[in-house]
């Protein structure tokens, strides 16, 4: 799969975060990083039944992974948090906030294709953990990518897969097997 690249301005990297907060409606929003919580202010302050979560890089990876707290929330963005950790701390966090603590799912990583060429998180890594590549942009000076995970279209039923290829009712009858 070839992506174009482009680089995004910040305004349209909101404007990309908006147009999935407005598609999802969230009542709850999981914001996880130093970064998240400011990208989804200003979403939470038009819808007035939103309620922001907010945790920090530091106390992240420890209330996320603690059994104690497992309300589901609505929709969850990480930004912010996943330079700040180690790889298997990151993968536990994301696997736990992907299949028991939101619904939908936005996370904001380094680009792997960016001039620092030292990010942790590939293109790759991504994809394994059922993320679709949304957009890049920069901030800052740096390259940024975004992805997202919703289970309702994580994965497209392919052609193939229906009774017109698997039953063969015109061999019924003909065939011994």
């Not at 349209?12 to 996880?32: C, D, G, K, N, W």
């Not at 104690?68 to 736990?96: M, P």
Request: glycine share 6%.
């Amino acid at each position: 799969m070839q992506r174009k690249n482009v680089a995004k301005t910040w305004q349209s990297t909101e404007a990309l975060l908006e147009r999935q907060l407005e598609a999802f409606a969230p009542r709850s929003i999981l914001a996880v990083g130093d970064t998240a919580s400011g990208l989804v202010q200003g979403f939470c302050r038009q819808a007035s039944d939103c309620d922001l979560v907010s945790l920090d890089a530091s106390q992240a990876a420890g209330e996320l992974l603690s059994q104690a707290d497992s309300r589901r929330h609505d929709f969850g963005l990480v930004a912010g948090f996943l330079e700040q950790v180690d790889k298997e701390t990151g993968n536990a966090v994301l696997a736990r906030l992907r299949d028991v603590l939101v619904r939908r799912l936005c996370v904001v990583v380094e680009d792997p294709h960016g001039e620092d060429r030292e990010a942790q998180w590939s293109n790759a890594e991504m994809a394994a953990f059922g993320f679709s590549f949304l957009g890049r942009f920069k901030i800052q000076g740096r390259d940024l990518e975004l992805y997202g995970f919703d289970i309702a279209n994580y994965k497209q039923t392919p052609e193939w897969l229906n009774a017109r290829h698997w039953a063969n009712p015109e061999r019924w009858n003909k065939d011994r097997w």
